[in-house]
């Protein structure tokens, strides 16, 4: 079945040996990507300076507006680990989600979104961005967006926009990913809840809901942006309201997988159940997947007064609403259970995209593989800014035009990279490529995901063609940046003692 397509079976067909195999007679380029470190930053300091005109151009005094059309509002809502076929709008059979599923009725659904990341720093940066980490920099779950790029609010702000963001996980705020909070007149980043079984502030759902309402209700002006971030459905997989957990309760187990788990000494890992998620004695992982799913129904019934809101205020027929997520979930993908950042499986890195508002075609279904660097572009065209100038900054492009039913064509690479095991990929197509410094002899490794969509099976040595003609351009790609796969830390923050405890009890620092 092809990606974007995924009902719940009753059984899930996870790979159990989780293992990548070297192709015979061939290693991996993976060393090169250290050698064109000149030819690489002076690309990137040309691609920087150029960004850095387009910021004068759109901040400079007594320049052109760059809106050039009616002043449409903007609503950005980020799910953290938000699965795809989680949602009934993308085919899943639980219905969890009838708000997200109301709002995809009223717009367009992209079915087959890729992040660049499976983790929340590094996803936001190129959702912020246009552009993949090789430009911003921002490889993991900590850095700094470098001062020449523009990000999505400071566009908007320079258009006469208001801006306003409410976040509800640490790895947002700006002591941890400096400059994700530029072009923002306000910036929530308020985490009055700690997390079970680690010391982790956070905002929970009903909170953060709270915060958004409160700043649509204090006589916002239009034109406005809002990014409203949710940590839900992220683990530990707590549900506050025990009714959505009882709807849920029947879950699929993996092909083969025991009814207990042991408990991984870490957070990360293959065949076991990471040490933050546990919750009590349980350790059948068909309970956590229950309780996942329940926590996509806590976070759907959260969001329903947020576009309730904009309805009672006479706004929805001039706001754009856009949902996405930065990441999936492994919930039993290749052995890996309730995770994410340790790889770059479809499964983590297919995340949801749904545009509704004015102008939008109502009950649009898009399938081109895309990826989330796209979302930027995307939103700018919908709101009729101008953002030729940003050509140079943005890896992504518009999808606009298949908004407007011109026929769908996917983006020639798209790429992912995981700081974790220092993995990339490269999909063309129907080929998806990984290479990845935990495979044997650095080999890489071909899959076909039309045949193959959970990407069980290495077939490099079936077409060799293949495999070296996108191993060559994904070489290329990582060697624009050298540093990120060398722990370039030049843009990584600079954190207080206090911030690096609870960053290392997450398990983003080493």
Not at 146 to 154: D, F, G, S, V, Y
Request: glycine content about 10%; hydrophobic content about 35%; some cysteine.
């Amino acid at each position: 079945m092809a990606p974007g397509k995924a009902t719940v079976p009753s059984v899930m067909r996870c790979n159990r040996a989780g293992r990548y195999h070297r192709s015979a007679g061939r290693t991996s380029h993976i060393a090169r990507a250290g050698d064109s470190l000149g030819r690489g930053m002076t690309r990137r300091a040309f691609l920087l300076g150029s960004a850095g005109i387009a910021a004068g151009f759109l901040l400079g005094c007594g320049r052109r507006s760059p809106v050039v059309g009616n002043r449409r509002n903007l609503i950005l809502i980020v799910s953290d680990t938000l699965r795809a076929d989680h949602l009934g709008c993308y085919r899943s059979s639980l219905r969890l989600s009838p708000c997200i599923d109301a709002l995809a009725e009223r717009g367009t659904v992209f079915e087959n979104v890729l992040s660049c990341a499976p983790l929340t720093a590094a996803s936001h940066a190129s959702l912020m961005t246009g552009c993949y980490q090789t430009r911003h920099g921002v490889a993991g779950n900590s850095g700094a967006i470098p001062k020449e790029l523009m990000t999505l609010a400071q566009v908007c702000r320079a258009a006469g926009y208001e801006t306003a963001a409410v976040v509800s996980n640490p790895v947002l705020s700006r002591r941890n990913l400096s400059g994700i909070e530029r072009g923002f007149d306000a910036y929530d980043a308020t985490f009055p809840a700690v997390e079970r079984n680690r010391d982790s502030l956070y905002r929970d759902a009903a909170d953060t809901t709270a915060a958004a309402l409160e700043w649509l209700r204090s006589g916002v002006r239009s034109p406005f942006f809002l990014w409203l971030h949710y940590q839900e459905p992220h683990g530990p997989y707590e549900v506050p309201d025990r009714s959505l957990l009882e709807r849920v309760t029947e879950q699929p187990r993996c092909e083969g997988e025991p009814a207990a788990l042991p408990v991984l000494r870490g957070n990360f890992g293959r065949e076991g159940i990471p040490a933050y998620q546990v919750l009590g004695g349980e350790r059948d992982p068909a309970h956590y997947r229950a309780r996942y799913a329940a926590r996509t129904a806590y976070v759907d019934q959260h969001i329903c007064p947020v576009l309730e809101e904009v309805r009672r205020l006479g706004m929805e027929d001039d706001t754009v609403v856009a949902l996405t997520s930065d990441h999936g979930e492994l919930l039993g993908e290749h052995g890996y259970y309730f995770q994410h950042g340790i790889t770059v499986l479809q499964a983590v890195l297919q995340v949801p995209l749904i545009l509704a508002g004015p102008g939008l075609s109502a009950g649009l279904r898009a399938g081109a593989r895309v990826s989330n660097t796209s979302i930027m572009p995307t939103l700018l065209s919908l709101l009729d800014l101008d953002t030729e100038e940003l050509a140079d900054q943005m890896h992504g492009r518009s999808l606009v035009p298949v908004l407007q039913g011109a026929a769908e064509s996917e983006e020639d690479y798209i790429y992912a990279m995981c700081e974790q095991t220092h993995e990339w990929s490269l999909l063309a197509g129907r080929h998806k490529f990984t290479l990845s410094e935990s495979l044997a002899g650095n080999a890489g490794r071909l899959v076909d995901l039309e045949e193959d969509p959970g990407e069980e099976h290495d077939r490099s040595d079936r077409d060799p063609d293949a495999a070296a003609r996108l191993e060559d351009a994904l070489v290329r790609f990582m060697s624009a940046a050298p540093g990120l796969l060398h722990g370039d830390d030049r843009h990584r923050p600079r954190l207080t003692d206090e911030e690096r405890r609870r960053f290392r009890a997450l398990g983003y620092l080493d």
